[in-house]
Structures are given as C-alpha cells and as structure tokens.
C-alpha cells in the first residue's frame, strides 16, 4: 500500500499540481498586494478620496456601557469592502486577461511553409501515369 501511495505522488501529475498550488499562493499575494497597495489608493484618489472599505449602510448604532465599552456592538451592512472587492475583480480579471493574451501569442504556431511543387520524379511519374491513361 505504502509503495502504491509513493508511486501515486511521484507521478508528474501530482507534482505539477503540487507546484500549481504553490506558485498560485505567491501570485495571489502579488496581485492582492497589487490591487490594495497600488490600484486601489489610485482609484480612491480619482473617486474624491473615498475608501470604499469604510463605506456602510448602519442599522443599529452600536451602544456604549456607562463605563464606555461597547455591550452591543453596530450592525451595519458593509457594502464598501464588497465594492473593493468587486474593483478587485475586474482588476484581477483584466491583469489575467493581458497575460493571457500574451502566452496565446507567444505560443502561436509559426505557419507551415507553404508545400513545395512536385519534384522532377514526380513529375516524370505523373506524365508516365498520364501517358498510360
């Protein structure tokens, strides 16, 4: 059993999977990093300074104790932070897009050339054959 499970995670489909994962972890901190750290500070910048983060619709005000600790915290329907979300999306969407367009032209096969005319023998072949007819 021991020998099958090895032979199972020594396939080449297993370790491709494995590095997939990995290297789909690392590009998701990149682009998050991207989308929050430089795009979305842009994007407020263009929208009047507002972060979508903070934006909600309260329903209840959260209430304050006497001693000024919250007993009963604010429901709110934070409706910014699905905003960014949804900004994120589209950016991701886009960024993704861009790259891969540029794998499916990389990768675009070069033309066949063009097949050459018959040879000589092959000429001579066909007016043999013609001759017969």
């Known amino acids: 059993m021991f020998k099958e499970f090895k032979d199972f995670i020594m396939t080449g489909n297993v370790i491709d999977l494995a ?3 990995i290297l789909a972890g690392a590009v998701s901190a990149v682009v998050k ?10 994007i407020g910048h263009f929208t009047g300074g507002i972060d979508f983060a903070d934006l909600k619709l309260v329903l209840s005000e959260a209430i304050l104790g006497a001693d000024g600790i919250v007993t009963k915290p604010e429901n ?5 932070a699905w905003v960014n979300t949804i900004i994120s999306l589209v950016i991701v969407g886009f960024v993704l897009f861009l790259i891969v367009k540029a794998y499916n032209k ?14 000589k023998e092959e000429q001579l072949l066909m007016e043999i054959r013609d001759a017969i007819k």
């Open 19 to 21: 590095v997939a994962v």
């Open 33 to 42: 990093g991207f989308v929050n750290l430089i795009m979305m500070p842009i």
């Open 106 to 119: 990389a990768r675009k096969p070069k033309a066949a050339p063009a097949p050459a005319g018959p040879t």
């Open 76 to 80: 709110a329907i934070m409706y910014g």
